[in-house]
């Protein structure tokens, strides 16, 4: 039992410092200066042009995003949409701080729900990864070049409940399988104990008796 006790907690611990030590790399992205931040950009955004499969598919995701936009009189929205293959830093920027929040959210889930259990795993991640996601833009405000927006806190948080529902899926799918495999066990070990029942044979009842 007490070594039990000592493995647990010694998951604990490494799963928390591994979520403390991902923090820290999310304040450290946004301490650089909108250079630095701009440089990292163009760099990412150099190795990613080398594909050209993502190119293409970026290409047509593009045309794809104008068309419906026409068709619902909505062109104005254009220059605001992330994912438009017109502005590749701005991609690049958006879907980091997605990503990089989903991630966040995978693995405080995975640590806080072995440590309580699922439900206050969810809460806690949620409630502590928004706390963080809201200061980390307020931290923005005094970099130099950079600055703190509500949209892109928003995107943390629907990077962050992506992760969580990821693994509430994941939870689902377990718990769904070891109850099919428990009423499946539980119907082989009926099966059983009918076959090794012994039949008691009675003798007919009769007035003599």
Known sequence: ???????????????????????????????????????????????LSQFEFLNNFLRQWDQFVIKVLYKLNLEELYPFIFSTYSNWSFIIRKWAHFGIYMILGILSMGVFTYAFNFYKAFLITFYCGSFFAFTDEIHQLFVEGRTGQINDFEIDVLGLVTGMTFCLFIFVIVNLIQFINKHLSNNNSKQQYSKEKPIIERTPFTLDD
């Open 1 to 47: 039992m007490k070594r039990e006790h000592l493995k647990k907690g010694l998951f604990l611990l490494i799963g928390l410092m591994t979520i403390y030590c991902f923090m820290k790399l999310i304040y450290s992205l946004s301490a650089q200066t909108g250079r630095e931040s701009g440089s990292l950009s163009n760099s990412l955004y150099l190795f």
